[in-house]
């Protein structure tokens, strides 16, 4: 994505839409029904303690949060937060307004992608095709992590989808958990919609899943969604535009209103990026009750923990409306 920041952009888009349409630019008022997200501060670790952690967020600023007694860490696996190392990229699910943390990710990372070779007979080397406007990226699957892998992606073949949770270590990224059972069809042959949007009062169900969007949050956007009924002309993705979700058409830049079913935690957030890889998922989330087929948002990381996902499960029953 080229010329001004994804947020910058989608905000002059938002403005200039409700101009035109005569609407408030800003997001609806949240019902009774829905909850506050969590607050979250991301960053990259400078000291921690039993009891205290130190955060160098994206604009340069420091962040000091309480750890709360109950706190949990992750980094590759459950680890004392006080074990996590100097220089971890993090994101901390905080109460308090940000001031206490009670849950941390470490160097948590999420590769999705249609996969184009595999190498290795006990570490296996996975390279992904991640889509037109995303890097090709490689994973390591290591030894430990190939059998819990393989039950839910026997197809570790060209052309198939693969979808896992990991930890990047020192530049390489390392598959623990499978983020997904493995779509039986080929990329290329995404089941046709068998629903049909019933408009943005309605909104529509389905899975919502985080993504490691690097690439933008290097930019400093941080919030946001990842959509796959894009038009291709909007965003410069030839692959955009395929979903078996029954999904309308958005701009980039459109508010969609996202709630997490599961606890109704709901925020308004915008379309930063093309989700074309996401709608070629034609899976369910089954976190609490199970969701309809496909997935009809990618959240940032942040994103997705205010709305009350855990990075290590990979997904929620969501709805979005437009915002």
């Known amino acids: 994505m080229e010329g001004a920041r994804p947020d910058r952009a989608g905000e002059r888009r938002r403005k200039l839409a409700a101009a035109v349409l005569g609407r408030d630019p800003g997001p609806a008022p949240r019902s009774q029904e829905e909850t506050e997200p969590f607050d979250v501060v991301s960053g990259h670790l400078l000291d921690v303690s039993p009891h205290l952690i130190i955060l160098e967020t994206a604009d340069g600023g420091q962040r000091r949060l309480v750890i709360a007694p109950w706190a949990t860490a992750w980094r590759g696996g459950t680890v004392a937060p006080a074990d996590l190392p100097a220089g971890a990229r993090v994101v901390i699910r905080a109460l308090r307004g940000g001031t206490v943390a009670e849950r941390i990710w470490a160097d948590i ?25 995303r890097r090709e990226r490689s994973i390591v699957v290591p030894y430990r992590s190939s059998g819990r892998i393989r039950v839910r992606h026997p197809k570790l073949e060209p052309g198939f989808l693969f979808d896992a949770i990991g930890l990047l270590d020192q530049g390489t990224s390392f598959a623990h958990l499978p983020a997904t059972s493995q ?13 049909t949007y019933g408009g943005s009062e309605a909104g529509i169900s389905g899975t919502a899943v985080w993504a490691d969007l690097t690439d933008l949050a290097d930019e400093g956007v941080t919030e946001g969604v990842a959509y796959p009924m894009l038009e291709r002309e909007d965003t410069g993705c030839d692959d955009a535009g395929v979903s078996c979700a029954g999904l309308p058409y958005l701009a980039l830049g459109s508010l969609l209103r996202v709630r997490n079913v599961c606890d109704g935690r709901t925020d308004a957030l915008p379309i930063v990026a093309c989700g074309c890889l996401a709608g070629r998922f034609c899976d ?6 199970t969701s309809p087929r496909g997935r009809i948002v990618e959240l940032t990381a942040s994103s997705y923990v205010a709305l009350g996902g855990d990075l290590t499960k990979g997904c929620f029953n969501a709805r979005v409306g437009l915002g």
Do not use: F, M, Q
């Not at 990372?109 to 406007?133: A, M, Q, S, W, Y």
């Not at 779509?183 to 629903?195: E, K, L, N, S």
């Not at 369910?284 to 009750?289: A, D, F, K, M, T």
């Open 284 to 289: 369910r989330c089954l976190e609490c009750g």
């Open 109 to 133: 990372t999420r590769i999705t992608g249609v996969i184009r070779e595999v190498r290795g007979r006990r570490d296996l080397t996975v390279e992904l095709d991640c889509g037109p406007h």
């Open 183 to 195: 779509p039986p069809y080929r990329a290329t042959a995404v089941p046709p919609p068998t629903v």
